[in-house]
């Protein structure tokens, strides 16, 4: 097999939570290959994590790098990463932005937001997919003679807490020929801060289209106060303006790490799943039995939300 790299994603001094789950996409793949991580642009703290997981780190800094500009990282990586090696990275907006240009560079195989691996045969990964807002599972063989380029989506491989490895820096800036750009990045435009913080909640009911009328989201909201948690939501439900964005879990909402997340009439698209980490305990009501949001739940109720959330409200508000 190849030596296999992984793409360590950080932002404001913390190592994202892939950093671990994409090591245990590559033991997948190949239990025995030489491992190393890429980091570039971190500070010493995230430096100092990814050494604790990676026998080698391979580190790119300097001015350039300051922000992650797909452009500018991508003919680094060119520079750094050996042809014919295996490269993994979580699959998010920046993975869309450099992946398919790196890999073509490369002339390596790509394959985007991969949900698992079946095995490798010589010279061919069997990679899977989903398709149709999750409704089905594809899965392609790569031809990986030439290397392979993979994004790998967030949550579905587990987190490698082994933390086996104590590992070395080791500096590779200096390998950078050209850090030149037509794209350059001029400011970053915080969101407004919303009335909750939903990232700091341990119980989160979170609605979805399936509330139907904006007037039934009160009861959600006082189910939400009765078991002692806050009230987030599916992006249908910002889009509508019904919630005020700083409610919306997922890819292009808010990263949330509640202990119990209870979805209520959320189909459980990847871009909405993608927002859910440090594995909590979801139960899912949905009228639909084929919702893909029960292929990740804990505990899955089918069932009509609107008659639904009124009991659970009162059998709570009972046992209290
Ligand atoms: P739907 O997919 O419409 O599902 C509604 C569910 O409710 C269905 O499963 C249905 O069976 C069920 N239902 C209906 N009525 C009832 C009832 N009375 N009782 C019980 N169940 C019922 N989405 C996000 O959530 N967060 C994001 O950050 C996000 N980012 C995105 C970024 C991009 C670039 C793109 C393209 C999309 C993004 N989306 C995001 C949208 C995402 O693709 C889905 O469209 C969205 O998550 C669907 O929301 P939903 O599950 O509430 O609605």
Redesign the pocket.
């Known amino acids: 097999m190849k030596d296999i790299y992984i793409y360590l994603t950080h932002k404001d001094g913390v190592l994202d939570d892939s950093a671990l789950e994409l090591i245990s996409a590559a033991k997948k793949l190949d239990g025995s290959a030489k491992i190393s991580a890429v980091v570039v642009g971190a500070s010493d703290e995230v430096l100092n994590e990814a050494v604790k997981s990676y026998k080698e780190v391979i580190k790119i800094d300097g001015d350039a790098f300051k922000y992650p500009n797909a452009e500018i990282i991508r003919k680094a990586l060119v520079d750094i990463i050996p042809k014919d090696s295996i490269f993994l990275m979580t699959y998010n907006?920046f993975a869309m932005d450099m992946a398919p240009g790196f890999s073509i560079k490369m002339d390596a195989s790509y394959a985007a937001d991969v949900v698992d691996f079946e095995g490798v045969e010589g010279d061919t990964i069997k990679v899977v997919r989903q398709e149709f807002?999750g409704a089905v599972y594809s899965r392609s063989k790569l031809d990986i003679s030439k290397g392979a380029v993979i994004s790998v989506r967030g949550g579905v491989f587990p987190a490698d807490e082994s933390k086996s490895e104590s590992g070395s820096v080791v500096d590779k800036s200096n390998d950078v020929k050209d850090t030149a750009a037509n794209r350059n990045f001029i400011e970053i435009v915080a969101a407004e801060a919303g009335d909750v913080d939903i990232t700091q909640s341990e119980i989160l009911v979170s609605?979805?289209?399936?509330?139907?009328e904006e007037d039934n989201i009160e009861e959600a909201k006082e189910l939400a106060e009765t078991m002692g948690g806050d009230l987030a939501?599916?992006?249908?439900?910002?889009d509508a303006k019904w919630l005020d964005k700083s409610r919306?879990?997922?890819?292009?909402?808010?990263t949330v790490k509640p202990k119990v997340y209870l979805?209520?009439?959320?189909?459980?698209?990847?871009?909405?799943l993608?927002?859910i980490k440090g594995n909590p305990f979801i139960v899912a009501?949905?009228?639909?039995p084929k919702?893909?949001?029960f292929q990740v739940a804990d505990v899955g109720i089918v069932?009509?939300?609107?008659?639904?959330i009124p009991v659970l409200n009162e059998k709570i508000g009972d046992a209290k």
């Open positions: 907006t807002g609605i979805g289209r399936g509330i139907e939501c599916s992006r249908p439900i910002v919306q879990v997922g890819t292009s909402g808010q979805a209520l009439g959320i189909s459980g698209s990847f871009q909405h993608g927002g009501v949905n009228k639909n919702a893909p949001i069932a009509d939300i609107l008659e639904f």
